[in-house]
């Protein structure tokens, strides 16, 4: 049979899918020619920002190499530009004077960056980020040079600039709108991404125009609009993309911003195909690659005379790739006339959700500092799902978790794991029953999930976890702690304890770090030295989170809230007078009392911390720690007629004794002296319930964006027993949650059961209190140590001189 000829113009990621796609479906029946003017195989362009974070290399990032080419019998011709496609000799030629006929032809020539038409935008060191070569000036660039300028504060802006920083470079990201990823986020979201990414140290100029590159061959910096300059010896410009049509244009094809097509991928042109970036399809050209996978899918049925419905356009969902910051978008996200929008907001710990409604459908979300919601969120902004049969606020909380199930297990087969790819759950779980798969990469081999961002990754592993139950092997599974190291938690904690670690550096230059750390390790790094050797290790207090630093919680505003310790939350006329005398003479401006029975002073000022601290002469409630925060307490047995044990003296000792205790994320704790939980024992990540002979002790419980109900790990006598079952549960939970881990993730992670059976073991337990009794011998109260150690003071509230 004579085999027709199909041409691929443009060697990128959504031409080679459609060819992929074709091949999965009728093997032999092309002679394929592809042309690509790159001179690599088809590799992952997503994946650069990983290349210029440090995640990865080049080399690991292709997706289909040479021998692929050849083993389907492709002809590839790299370093070759089509010029002209001769529609009425059905030839397509190239720029090396090469004619290759063609039976039909696919353009897949991607989008060109969008670069700004300013005075100096062609000196040296002005680059974009589209592909191989942009990456590479980039990684030149930071060799020399130390300050980049990153126009355009979108999703790709972000993420070279996050790059950038990794690679040692000053970064400020300049963008015209006054919030970040206004085309994927709401003010509240857009906000809250800037507060993160300027704790992780990038800048930002707002609202700022820029009008001229400056410099003498090489940049040398910007002017603004408004006169104001910003030096820069390397400028990268993000300012989006537009569709590359330049080919079509010259060959006569109909276009608009892109290459019109119709449902089928068609041009105005017969035989002549368009798919990917380059396309635009009912007005849309799209630039995410799950459309454009979408798009080769029904162009592969198409162009093999395979029944398809034809492609019907794509709502959207991006999640932006940096460390440390979970972000996600979908859908018709903005609020207006037709659509109203629900939202959770825990401005503490930075969570922001929202879904916006179009009367009782879904229609778009925005997640920020939590997106585990995001792929059921998505599935139902898909379906349209009506949401007029369920409490609305119920949609934005995690369903399962509740009832004490994983996330994986409550979604439904279809639910989409892989956005990218478009893989669901139930196709991953067929993968690992029938075909055997029992890692993410083989996953990723069989169903193509996780092959194109990664994103999904985590969610993949669940899927497996939760499918092969008690076959999963977490060992091969491991996940690096962040992009500085390939060594996952368990790894670093092994080697800080086998090698005697005792500095953050030392880690960094035993372990080989591949950069000086970052917002993700430098913390985590500290805590897990403090846990392994608390009396011998360095604390490295510039590797705190700024609250953690300042033993004072930040506001908005750029004042403090100071929280006293209040054991129990059981306070006395000396202290409160020393409170009022304080607020008084500091002019404080706010006083509440917390959810956590303790009195919060807001808007005191950086300078006047440590004397506010002196006058107070109290503790530090660690209202801003990684660490126990409160013990809250009812009244119980000495007031109540209810109860039944002494609610507020067990309360005071559990205070007393974990005070200021260093927890891999903050744990909360509560005493009940009967059932009625007065004191919410049931949502705290440590309850106690009195009831008659002794104490129900809780755990795993939380009452934040995550609710969820705790689960009895105990019935304990006395409250000797129940000190001792605390200290070896949270030693214990020290030891082996990730840092940043709530124990109610953590308890999920690991198992109710588990943690039951290591405590059940009575020599263990002594072992675990011998090392909580061991870190709780060097605390110190923070708020005291400062204010008694002159220079410390000097260097965190330079201004200040205490008498
Ligand atoms: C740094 C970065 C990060 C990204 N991250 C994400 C992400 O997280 N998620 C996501 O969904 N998307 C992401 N994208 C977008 C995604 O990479 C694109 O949507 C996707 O690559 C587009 O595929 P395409 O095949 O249409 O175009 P391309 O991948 O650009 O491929 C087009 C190819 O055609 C070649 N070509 C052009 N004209 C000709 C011609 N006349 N002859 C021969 N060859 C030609 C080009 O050189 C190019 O190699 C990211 C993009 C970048 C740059
Ligand atoms: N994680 C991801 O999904 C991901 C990552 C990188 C890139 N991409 C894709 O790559 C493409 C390019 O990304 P992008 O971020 O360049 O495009 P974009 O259009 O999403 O964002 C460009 C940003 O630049 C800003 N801007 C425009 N003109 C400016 C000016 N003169 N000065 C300062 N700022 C200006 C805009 O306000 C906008 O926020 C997009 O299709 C994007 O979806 C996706
Ligand atoms: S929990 Fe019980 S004992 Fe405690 S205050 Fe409430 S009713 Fe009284
Ligand atoms: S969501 Fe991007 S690879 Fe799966």
């Not at 930071?142 to 970064?171: F, P, T």
Request: proline share 3%.
């Amino acid at each position: 049979m004579n085999k027709k000829k199909l041409v691929l113009i443009g060697n990128g990621m959504a031409g080679v899918r459609a060819v992929e796609e074709i091949l999965k479906i009728s093997k032999d029946a092309f002679d394929i020619t592809i042309f690509g003017t790159e001179p690599h195989p088809n590799y992952n362009r997503i994946l650069l920002s990983k290349v210029l974070q440090g995640d990865t290399e080049v080399k690991d990032i292709t997706l289909n190499d040479w021998n692929w080419y050849e083993e389907n019998n492709i002809t590839l011709f790299t370093g070759e530009t089509v010029t002209k496609i001769d529609s009425e000799m059905k030839v397509v030629r190239s720029d090396k004077g090469r004619i290759v006929p063609y039976d039909e032809v696919i353009i897949a020539t991607g989008s060109v960056p969008f670069i700004l038409p300013l005075p100096g935008a062609d000196k040296e060191g002005v680059t974009a980020f589209r592909d191989i070569k942009d990456t590479d000036i980039m990684l030149e660039a930071s060799k020399k040079y130390k300050k980049a300028a990153v126009i355009g504060g979108g999703l790709l802006g972000l993420e070279a600039a996050r790059g950038l920083l990794n690679l040692g470079m000053d970064v400020s990201v300049i963008h015209i709108a006054p919030t970040l990823m206004e085309r994927q986020l709401d003010e509240t979201a857009g906000k809250l991404l800037q507060n993160e990414l300027e704790k992780q140290g990038m800048k930002f100029l707002l609202e700022a125009s820029t009008a001229e590159i400056y410099g003498e061959d090489r940049v040398e910096g910007l002017k603004f609009k408004d006169g104001s300059q910003l030096e820069a010896d390397l400028v990268v410009m993000a300012v989006g993309i537009k569709p590359n049509i330049s080919l079509a244009v010259e060959s006569g094809l109909d276009v608009n911003r892109g290459i019109i097509v119709n449902d089928f991928l068609q041009t105005n042109i017969p035989n002549v195909y368009a798919v990917g970036e380059c396309a635009e399809h009912n007005g849309i050209p799209y630039g995410l690659v799950a459309p454009l996978y979408e798009q080769g899918m029904v162009l592969a049925k198409h162009i093999c005379g395979k029944a398809t419905d034809g492609y019907k356009g794509s709502v959207l969902s991006t999640q932006l790739k940096v460390s440390g910051v979970e972000v996600f978008s979908a859908g018709d996200f903005m609020e207006g006339d037709d659509k109203k929008s629900l939202k959770i907001f825990d401005e503490q710990d930075g969570i922001y959700k929202k879904i916006v409604l179009r009367g009782n459908k879904i229609v778009g979300a925005v997640l920020f500092g939590d997106s585990k919601e995001g792929s059921r969120l998505f599935s139902m902004i898909k379906k349209e799902a009506d949401i007029s049969d369920t409490e609305k606020i119920t949609i934005l909380q995690p369903i399962g978790e509740e009832a004490g199930e994983s996330l994986v297990a409550s979604m439904p087969d279809d639910e989409i794991i892989c956005g990218c790819n478009g893989v669901s759950k139930g196709t991953i779980v067929q993968a690992i029953k029938e075909q055997g798969c029992t890692t993410v990469d083989a996953i990723k081999g069989c169903t193509s999930a996780s092959r194109s961002c990664g994103g999904c990754k985590p969610l993949v592993a669940d899927v497996l976890q939760f499918t092969l139950g008690s076959d999963f092997d977490a060992s091969s599974q491991k996940e690096a702690i962040c992009s500085c190291t390939t060594l996952s938690r368990d790894e670093v904690v092994e080697e800080i304890r086998a090698k005697g670690l005792k500095h953050i550096k030392e880690v960094m230059n035993v372990l080989g770090w591949e950069s000086e750390g970052c917002s993700k390790c430098r913390p985590a790094l500290n805590y897990y030295l403090a846990m392994v050797n608390p009396i011998g290790y360095e604390d490295e207090r510039e590797s705190r989170f700024v609250n953690e630093r300042m033993h004072a919680n930040i506001q908005k505003d750029g004042t403090y809230s100071v929280v006293p310790r209040m054991y129990g939350g059981v306070t006395n006329a000396s202290e409160l007078r020393r409170i009022a005398d304080v607020v008084e003479k500091y002019e404080i401006p706010l006083v509440k009392v917390t959810g956590g029975q303790r009195i919060d002073l807001f808007g005191v000022k950086k300078d006047d911390l440590p004397r506010v601290w002196q006058d107070l002469d109290m503790n530090s409630g660690y209202a801003y720690g990684k660490s126990l925060r409160t013990v809250k307490t009812c009244v119980g047995e000495t007031f109540c007629r209810f109860g039944t044990q002494d609610s507020m003296g067990l309360g005071i000792r559990l205070e007393k004794k974990f005070e200021g205790l260093q927890t891999p994320h903050k744990v909360k704790m509560a005493v009940s002296a009967c059932p009625r939980s007065c004191a919410e024992s049931g949502f705290k990540d440590i309850g106690f319930i009195g009831i008659d002979g002794g104490w129900e002790l809780y755990v795993g419980g939380n009452g934040g964006t995550h609710v969820r109900g705790g689960d009895l790990l105990y019935k304990v006598k006395t409250d000797d027993e129940a000190m001792e079952i605390t200290g070896a549960y949270l030693q214990y939970y020290r030891e082996t949650a990730t840092y940043l881990e709530r124990t109610s993730a953590w308890i999920e992670r690991v198992g109710l059961a588990h943690v039951q059976s290591v405590l059940d073991d009575k020599q263990k337990r002594i072992e675990l209190n011998a090392r909580m009794d061991e870190t709780l011998s060097v605390y110190k109260d923070p708020w005291k140590e400062i204010i008694e150690d002159k220079k410390t003071t000097k260097e965190l509230f330079e201004t200040v001189e205490m008498s």
